[in-house]
């Protein structure tokens, strides 16, 4: 009933967030060192044991609380190397900004604790202990730059509207606990299975709160509207911790809900996520157009991505889902790399806020500017990047399903997208730059942006690998019910 | 003998009232977070006619782990606000919009 | 099987990207060294690949390397058929690009471009192998457009010369013209088998056929798609094998260096076209209408390209008439059901032609790049080898016995002899004329630029000599090659042959053609401008070469530009630029600055937006349930 | 209507008063003091639901601890002008539409025909020696321990958030203790004699 091999990853995150917490309390300002290696030392030993416990198979764990799968382990791996990637890249701005200590990295390793519990969730329950795991360090986060009252802005933003959107989630889990007497997910599913033809309305009722939360949580309209704000107001480096990691824990949720919970009201939340979707892609797309600030574009634009998620999902079927995943993946890395390059290139008291700060970035380091030159083209699904890959199968997989309509929606939207994508590119090669000082990177940073825009291409030349991996995590058989 | 149906319908009314509440209130930031504490008494008191009429404990530990939550939630959402007090010297919500467009 | 394919696919491409990107770090006489290296191990291993096939008799083998992509039911492969015909084809290649790398180290020396040079030939010979070892239609386009880009790249290669950017212009847009029909003929395959790979679709193409699958092109008329599909792939093997009327742009892309011309624009990439045909052979003898077609083009091509090679003065325009001409007869071969005997043609051509070539750009760079015949003259004195070299071209290529012309061309014309379809014996005609002409061009460029007198003025005299080894060397090569390759392949029965062509119609031709070559331009060389002067009329036309340039720059070049600024002035300028473009522009900037305006940056409108969202979406569930 | 249905809406009326108290009234104290007579009625009927522990954790924890947090930050803050009510006078039937829609979906939502649990869910009445703190207690630690661990994990996050955003120590301005310095002073240090000038 209590297997702890099964929880070794989440049991060995949170003792190292007592050890840093601890360390971090006795080392002196000028040693920060410590408690960045022992943050990256603990997501590399996170991912060594989530590895070599991948092989085993499918259980429930914790009388039904967390379940051991093959996608909960695929989704952690991503939040380990995304994360990895997230506190290189910030580590020069949270000392620089003044952010504190240690206090980032505890944090950001609570919510990476929170995050892994919601992608192995498998009760209503841990659902939400985790969901809030995760959110609350980042509303901290947010709120960590405490000079500056956008941040706090923002933070206050962000923490009501998303316990807004909590309550929602609650709402709805309330009723479909009330509906089908159980908080375990497979029991839900077996209720609602039972019944397929005719659901009692409040399913149907509580359904439409939990897409709700749901949604607040990826970013869709109408319940986007904390995004742009939280992503343009917070500091560089927790806007880059937000935009990534949280997003693959809440695509997780959302399979976790949707296809393994859910599988019942497929047709309800359908209907639901093809409104969602569509609007999200229409208005992500259409007001980054009009921004001025890289932040906020690239926040739109995510709404957008969101947007595009949500096709998988609505095409029903496992191709779908494993488009989305993949999708979602893409998205990672490409964002990863978008918000890492804006969180490297701000400098103490300077924030790169908006698209003229990356005038003539190719003449300052032109590396840079080819590696997000890459980043953008990705985003925009132009190929032989991973992004193009994306994009596609997801539309393959909406075609296979006879939404051709909506396939259509999406490339349209998705060819003004690429106005604004370019926008930047134009800024970076052809405009002067206002400041002409070459700009130069750690060496440790460069790697990683290097092998982050690499993986671009590499994924998008060689996108097989992955691709596989996505498809068999929905293979019939590997999911426990 | 207390029904579900009325329970039911008397959460329902705490609940919008707290969206009410969220909606109009345009001054006072503290509100807000009181607001949010109604939203989540009427989601546990929904639990907890839930399962007293299924006789079922797992909604009442549910309820447990919210109380936790919120209590955690409550104790950040006020440390922001002192932060946006000590900084603006105001918790005017219509005041907090520099973030737009 | 993989390793060895590999070792023959990369080495160029490694050599090309070396020598291409980092040419001007490791200099030159490395960039040199490497792409040589790079075509030398291909050519190695592409005779280890042939003898396999050719000498042991190995069975086709079709090796699926990768996946790149999957689309539905559909699989994008990269793969491999090595059989007999792509292992005499790898043989042909690598072996004729290393002798033109070797070449090129003496053609090119001194040139500002040098490493760029030899990172286009060696990318060229990456490029021509996957065209020749891939197993499907989208390797093989792949290979098709990248042969094609060198092509252009390298025919502009001096780009500050205007014909040099003229003619790799006009190359562009020819092929661009042609690659329609292939594209649309690779589209029919598709839509008729399902699949892009060869083997199924030639297996599957009889029973396909036998349902005899028509489509209607025009209201009321009825096409075979096999007939659709095999005249549209052939239609880019016209472009690519400038085939009449695509033939425009060969002539012109001799503004390159003459190494390339020798490379690609005889021995290998315009032979592109009568590869594919000879591999989907099975498929075209599905159509006999199909083959009336090539027949008749190709015979077509075949004569009056050659007559026009007797008005230049040129002399690697000779050299490209006639391998337009020589490009004919492979085609009509094809045609004709002989796919064995114009691919021996394919084989013997690019070595013969690669020699004269090679031949002719030793003459024009000992004469410090002068390439008018008119200006040559009696250079046998100077040039003894090249001399010797260039007989050997000029006797192979007008079909003299035992030169490997001459068998490759008794076999087509023998062949076109017996065949039974339409047009046949109008091919028969025209490639027997085409014999006579043949031996008659490039002799009277043989004699124009070694015999006679020397015209060259007399204080350049001196400086004519040889070139230095690694010129003469692959002349001497392809020289032996041209001469033993026909007797190799007929070995049993090459005597035979040889004897019985004595009795044969177009051994006669050929001497007739050498002998009023001869007598016209070494013994009485006023005859040639009384002529002109007698029928100008008919100088005229073969001047203007049939007038198909300025056909096409009155219709095509004028014609659309008129079009274009039509087009541009009402449908761009008006209709798209005022009315969608800009229109849809500020609509969509409308729409986002409407869309922006309702993020207020108030919480409780926030929170109203999701409230209000939540509330429409349980409404509207409720009312549809 | 029976004893416990009166008692019920009394406990649901009161409620619902005070919270509607709370989001209306313009002085963040009495807002305050609304919820907590807001969280004691719903106690209240948590206990008639048999919730008896949640009940009193309901009245311990969240008006003992967490109203008193929030009252502490109302004085802190220090607020002397009470803000105006505008926004609330020009879109109350606003209000109004939302409550009624939700509420309006509520009833139908919960209709005995369209969820049979509300017609034939009947609610077991526990035996006198029946402890609901013993019985969560049993699953909590069990069953349920994975997820207790887990809220120990969100209470310390909270924890590190909150004094890692409060915590002043980074401001110069910021008047702290220096125990070592004040361990280790000395007698010289502590007392000045000082000659009084003045007069003899």
């Given amino acids: ?481 | 003998m207390i029904t579900l149906n009325s329970a039911l319908i008397v959460t329902a009314i705490l609940f919008s009232l707290s969206l009410i509440g969220l909606v109009l209130n345009r001054h006072n930031l503290i509100v807000l977070l009181m607001c949010v504490e109604l939203m989540l008494l009427a989601v546990n008191t929904n639990f907890i006619i839930f399962s007293h009429f299924l006789n079922d404990l797992a909604g009442q530990v549910f309820v447990f782990f919210i109380l936790a939550v919120a209590a955690a939630e409550a104790a950040i959402g006020l440390a922001i606000l002192i932060l946006i007090f000590r900084k603006q010297k105001t918790i005017n919500v219509s005041e907090l919009n520099t973030l737009k467009g | 099987m993989q390793l060895l394919l590999t070792a023959i696919l990369l080495p160029p491409l490694l050599g090309a990207i070396l020598a291409g990107i980092f040419g001007t770090i490791i200099g030159r006489v490395a960039s040199h060294r490497v792409t040589v290296l790079g075509v030398l191990i291909s050519f190695i291993c592409s005779c280890i690949i042939f003898k396999n096939f050719i000498l042991d008799h190995q069975s086709t083998q079709n090796i699926i390397a990768y996946t790149w992509g999957t689309s539905g039911a559909f699989q994008f492969n990269v793969g491999f058929l090595i059989d007999n015909l792509t292992a005499t084809m790898l043989m042909v290649v690598t072996s004729v690009s290393l002798l033109v790398h070797v070449y090129s180290i003496g053609y090119m020396r001194g040139d500002a471009g040098y490493q760029r040079f030899f990172s286009y030939i060696s990318l060229f010979t990456f490029a021509m192998l996957m065209l020749i070892t891939a197993n499907n239609f989208f390797q093989l386009f792949f290979g098709w457009e990248a042969v094609g880009l060198v092509s252009y790249l390298l025919i502009g290669f001096w780009f500050t010369r205007e014909p040099a950017n003229f003619g790799s212009l006009k190359a562009f847009i020819v092929n661009r013209v042609s690659d329609v029909g292939f594209i649309l003929g690779i589209g029919g395959v598709i839509t008729l088998f399902g699949t892009v790979d060869f083997l199924p679709v030639l297996a599957q193409a009889p029973k396909v056929a036998a349902s005899l699958p028509t489509i209607s092109l025009f209201a009321g008329t009825s096409w075979s798609i096999i007939t659709v599909i095999c005249i549209l792939l052939f239609i880019g093997a016209m472009g690519k094998s400038a085939q009449m009327p695509l033939h425009i742009w060969l002539p012109e892309s001799m503004e390159g260096p003459t190494p390339i011309s020798a490379l690609i624009h005889a021995a290998t990439m315009v032979t592109a076209g009568v590869y594919m045909v000879a591999r989907l052979s099975p498929l075209y003898e599905l159509s006999a209408s199909a083959l009336t077609f090539i027949l008749v083009i190709g015979a077509t091509t075949a004569l009056f390209t050659g007559i026009l090679g007797v008005v230049q003065n040129d002399i690697k325009r000779v050299i490209a008439y006639s391998t337009l001409s020589q490009l004919g007869y492979m085609v009509a071969a094809l045609g004709a059901s002989a796919f064995a005997a114009g691919i021996f043609h394919l084989v013997t051509h690019a070595a013969f032609k690669a020699l004269l070539f090679l031949a002719a750009g030793s003459v024009i760079l000992a004469l410090h790049h002068e390439q008018d015949m008119r200006k040559m003259g009696g250079l046998r004195r100077y040039l003894p080898l090249t001399y010797s070299c260039f007989l050997v071209g000029a006797l192979a290529l007008a079909a003299i016995p035992p030169f490997s012309g001459f068998y490759s061309k008794d076999a087509i014309i023998e062949a076109v002899h017996l065949s039974t379809i339409h047009g046949a014996s109008y091919a028969y005609v025209a490639l027997m004329i085409g014999v006579f002409v043949t031996a008659l061009y490039i002799f009277r460029a043989f004699f124009m630029t070694f015999h006679g007198s020397c015209s060259a003025n007399s204080a350049s005299q001196d400086n004519i000599r040889e070139n230095g080894w690694v010129i003469w060397l692959p002349l001497v090569i392809l020289a032996i090659a041209s001469i033993t390759i026909g007797m190799i392949v007929k070995h049993a029965d090459a005597l035979q042959l040889a004897l019985h062509a004595f009795t044969s119609l177009p051994f006669w031709l050929a001497i007739a053609g050498i002998v009023t070559a001869w007598f016209c331009y070494v013994i009485r060389p006023a005859i040639p401008a009384m002529l002109a002067n007698k029928f100008s009329w008919l100088y005229y036309i073969l001047i203007k070469k049939y007038g198909f340039d300025d056909f096409n720059q009155i219709v095509f070049v004028r014609g659309t530009r008129a079009l274009a600024q039509l087009l541009y002035n009402y449908g761009d300028q008006r209709l798209i630029d005022d009315g969608l473009v800009n229109g849809s522009g500020r609509l969509i900037q409308w729409i986002s600055a409407t869309l922006k305006r309702l993020q207020t940056g108030y919480i409780y409108n926030y929170a109203l937006a999701m409230i209000i969202g939540v509330l429409a979406l349980v409404l509207w569930q409720m009312l549809i349930a | 209507m029976t004893l416990l249905q009166f008692i019920f809406y009394v406990f649901s009326a009161l409620m619902l008063l005070s919270a509607v108290g709370t989001i209306i009234s313009r002085n963040p104290v009495h807002g305050a003091l609304f919820l907590v007579v807001c969280f004691v009625a719903s106690a209240g009927i948590w206990l008639m639901l048999q919730a008896e522990f949640l009940g009193l954790v309901l009245v311990l924890v969240y008006v003992g601890a967490v109203m008193t947090l929030f009252l502490f930050v109302v004085m802190m803050l220090n607020l002397d002008k009470l803000p105006s009510r505008a926004g609330f006078k020009k879109y109350w039937p606003f209000g109004i539409l939302i409550l009624l829609l939700l509420v309006g979906l509520m009833i139908y939502v919960v209709a005995p025909s369209h969820l049979s649990l509300a017609s034939n869910a009947i609610a077991i009445p526990h035996p006198a020696d029946y402890s609901n703190v013993q019985a969560l207690g049993a699953v909590i630690y069990t069953q349920y321990v994975y997820a207790f661990e887990i809220a120990a994990v969100i209470l310390l996050v909270a924890i590190i958030a909150a004094i890692s955003l409060a915590f002043h120590a980074f401001h110069q301005d910021t008047k702290r203790q220096n125990i070592s310095k004040q361990v280790q002073t000395t007698a010289a240090e502590r007392l000045r004699l000082v000659k009084n000038m003045g007069k003899e």
């Avoid at chain 1, 429930?60 to 991503?78: R, W």
């Avoid at chain 1, 200590?101 to 841990?126: D, Q, R, W």
């Avoid at chain 1, 985790?130 to 730059?145: D, F, H, N, R, V």
């Avoid at chain 1, 939404?403 to 939207?413: D, E, R």
Wanted: a neutral charge.
């Fill in chain 1, 1 to 481: 009933m209590f297997n702890f091999t099964l929880i070794l990853p989440e049991l060995f995150v949170l003792c190292m967030v007592c050890v840093v917490m601890l360390v971090d309390l006795f080392v002196e300002q000028r040693q920060q060192v410590l408690t960045y290696a022992l943050t990256q030392l603990t997501l590399v030993g996170a991912a060594i044991l989530t590895l070599c416990i991948y092989c085993i198979p499918t259980t429930a764990n914790f009388s039904g609380l967390t379940v051991h799968d093959h996608l909960g382990s695929v989704l952690k791996l991503a939040i380990y190397i995304t994360s990895f990637f997230v506190f290189l890249y910030s580590r020069n701005y949270f000392r620089q900004q003044n952010m504190g200590k240690g206090e980032p990295y505890l944090l950001g390793l609570c919510s990476i604790l929170g995050m892994m519990v919601l992608v192995s969730a498998h009760n209503f329950l841990t659902l939400y202990l985790g969901l809030e795991l995760m959110s609350l360090p980042i509303y901290a986060l947010t709120a960590l730059q405490r000079d500056k009252e956008q941040a706090l802005e923002a933070a206050i933003k962000y923490f009501i509207l998303g316990a807004l959107a909590s309550a929602l989630l609650l709402y709805g889990l309330s009723m479909i606990y009330g509906a089908s007497g159980s908080l375990d997910i497979t029991q839900v599913a077996n209720v609602i299975g039972a019944n397929s033809t005719q659901h009692p309305l409040i399913f149907v009722f509580g359904l439409v709160f939990v897409v709700a939360g749901l949604a607040f949580k990826i970013g869709l309209v109408p319940f986007h509207m904390w995004l742009p704000d939280v992503y343009t107001g917070a500091p560089n480096a927790a806007t880059l911790f937000l935009a990534v990691a949280p997003k693959v824990a809440v695509i997780g949720m959302t399979i976790r809900l949707l296809v393994e919970c859910l599988p019942g009201l497929q047709v309800q939340w359908q209907e639901l996520l093809i409104v969602i979707s569509v609007l999200s892609m229409i208005l992500g797309n259409f007001v980054a157009i009009v921004q001025t600030n890289i932040k906020r574009m690239l926040a739109y634009s995510t709404i957008a991505h969101g947007g595009y998620i949500l096709l998988g999902f609505i095409a029903g079927t496992a191709a779908g889902y494993s488009a989305a995943l993949f999708y979602t993946l893409a998205y990672a890395i490409m964002s990863l790399g978008a918000f890492g390059i804006i969180t490297l290139l701000s400098k103490q008291g300077f924030d790169v806020e908006t698209i003229e700060d990356l005038q003539g970035l190719n003449d300052r380091n032109p590396w840079l500017a080819f590696m997000m030159m890459l980043l953008l083209f990705s985003m925009a699904g132009l190929p032989p990047t991973i992004g193009f890959f994306a994009k596609l199968s997801l539309i393959e997989a909406l075609v296979s399903t006879h939404f051709v309509w909506l396939a259509c929606i999406a490339m349209l939207v998705a060819v003004i997208g690429v106005y604004y994508y370019l926008r930047v590119i134009k800024v970076m090669y052809f405009d002067k730059p206002l400041d002409n000082k070459p700009f130069s990177l750690a060496w440790d940073a460069k790697m990683a942006i290097t092998i982050n825009g690499l993986a671009i291409l590499y994924f998008g030349i060689f996108p097989g690998a992955l691709i596989t991996l996505c498809q068999q995590l929905f293979w019939s058989g590997t999911m426990l019910n």
